[in-house]
C-alpha cells in the first residue's frame, strides 16, 4: 500500500514540475522576449527620481510641471495642483521607453509619424534645468497598439507601447487634479445642507445612526446619507470654469471627527452644469446636474418614515369583538 502511495505522490511531483518548466520555460524564451529584454533603454541614465520640472508642449501651447514638496504643480496655471497619477505615468513611460522596432531613420518622414512639432515635445528636467530626456510622441500605429516616439537629436523612430499621446498630452482637460475632495467618509459626524429652499443639518449618533436636527427632528435614512458621503469624499469636477464671477446658492458642509470642514458652495444651473467652489478658494469647479444632485438632498428624502406596524389577527379580531359589543349595548339602550 504504501509503494502505491509513493507512486502516486511521484506522479504528482512530475506532473506539477513538467507544468512550471513548460509554463516559465527557463531554457529558453521565444525570440521577442529576448528582443525586448535585450534592447536598449533610449534614455539610459534617466532617473526618475531627479526630475523636478517637465515641459509639455502641444498644438504650440506649453503646459510647465513642477514639483513642490514632493507634490507636482501646474505651473503655467498658477501652480494648481497637478494630476499626480498622471505625471506619474509619463515619467515611468518615459525611463522605459526602448530603442526597440526601429521604424524610420528617414527625417523627411517625421511629419508622417508626428514625431515633430506636430507631436507632442516632452523635456524632463532636473533642478538645475539640466535637460535629462527629451522625445518627441507622435500618433498611434494603424493597430492602435502601439504609437512612434523619437529621442531629440536623433533621426530614428522606434514604436512604444500604448495610445501615448493622450498620456502626455491632457488637451483640453489639462494637468490640472479634477479632485475636489479626498477625505475618510467614516471620519465625517456631522453635515450641513443650506439652499435657498431649506437648511437641513444632520448628526452622528452615538450608536452610529444619522439624525435629522433641521428643518424637522427624525431619523435619517442611511442609504440616502451613504449615497451623499460616497459623492463627496471623492468629488472629482467635471470641468474648469475660468474667471472669478461666482454666486453661491447652495453648500454642503461636511464636519469630520478631527472637527475640519470640507465645504462646497454650488451656484445656479447654467448649461447644464452647476459651478462650484471650495469655501475660501478662488478656482470654479463645474458639476453636471445629476452630480450636484447626487450631494444635494430635500429634507423629505432623507427622512426616515417610523416604520409601519401591522396589526395582528387577535388584535383584528378582538377589536371586532369589542366594536359588536359596543353596537349591541348600544341598541339595548335605544330599546
Do not use: C
Not at 46 to 62: G, L, N, P, R, Y
Amino acid at each position: 500500500m504504501k509503494i502505491v502511495q509513493i507512486l502516486i505522490l511521484l506522479g504528482i511531483l512530475i506532473f506539477l514540475g513538467t507544468a512550471i518548466l513548460i509554463v516559465d520555460n527557463p531554457w529558453g524564451k521565444d525570440e521577442r522576449t529576448k528582443k525586448v529584454e535585450s534592447a536598449r533603454k533610449l534614455f539610459p541614465s534617466f532617473d526618475i527620481d531627479v526630475v523636478t520640472k517637465i515641459e509639455i508642449t502641444a498644438d504650440s501651447t506649453t503646459t510647465i510641471l513642477t514639483k513642490s514638496g514632493g507634490q507636482w504643480l501646474v505651473e503655467s496655471m498658477d501652480s494648481y495642483p497637478a494630476d499626480q497619477q498622471g505625471v506619474k505615468d509619463i515619467l515611468e513611460k518615459a525611463s522605459e521607453f526602448k530603442k526597440l522596432d526601429l521604424i524610420s531613420k528617414n527625417p523627411d518622414k517625421q511629419a508622417k509619424f508626428e514625431v515633430d512639432s506636430s507631436g507632442v515635445e516632452t523635456k524632463f528636467l532636473d533642478s538645475g534645468n539640466k535637460v535629462l530626456a527629451h522625445v518627441f510622441i507622435g500618433k498611434t500605429t494603424s493597430s492602435f497598439l502601439d504609437s512612434y516616439i523619437r529621442k531629440d537629436g536623433s533621426d530614428e523612430v522606434y514604436k512604444a507601447k500604448g495610445y501615448l499621446k493622450s498620456t502626455f498630452d491632457k488637451g483640453s482637460r489639462t494637468w490640472k487634479t479634477r479632485k475636489i475632495f479626498a477625505f475618510n467618509k467614516g471620519d465625517v459626524t456631522a453635515l450641513t445642507m443650506k439652499s435657498e429652499v431649506e437648511e437641513i443639518e444632520l448628526q452622528l449618533d452615538s450608536e452610529g445612526k444619522w439624525q435629522m436636527l433641521k428643518p424637522v427632528a427624525s431619523l435619517a435614512k442611511k442609504s440616502e446619507i451613504d449615497q451623499i458621503l460616497n459623492s463627496l469624499s471623492t468629488l472629482e469636477t467635471d470641468d474648469f470654469v475660468d474667471g472669478e464671477d461666482f454666486e453661491s446658492t447652495s453648500a454642503i458642509t461636511a464636519t469630520l471627527n478631527d472637527g475640519s470642514q470640507r465645504i462646497l458652495m454650488t451656484a445656479d444651473e447654467d448649461g447644464g452644469k452647476h459651478p462650484a467652489k471650495r469655501d475660501g478658494e478662488k478656482q470654479i469647479f463645474a458639476l453636471y446636474k445629476y452630480n450636484r444632485d447626487k450631494l444635494f438632498k430635500s429634507s423629505e428624502d432623507l427622512k426616515e418614515e417610523p416604520p409601519v406596524v401591522e396589526a395582528s389577527k387577535e388584535n383584528i379580531e378582538e377589536g371586532d369583538g369589542n366594536q359588536i359589543q359596543k353596537s349591541e349595548g348600544n341598541e339595548d339602550t335605544q330599546n
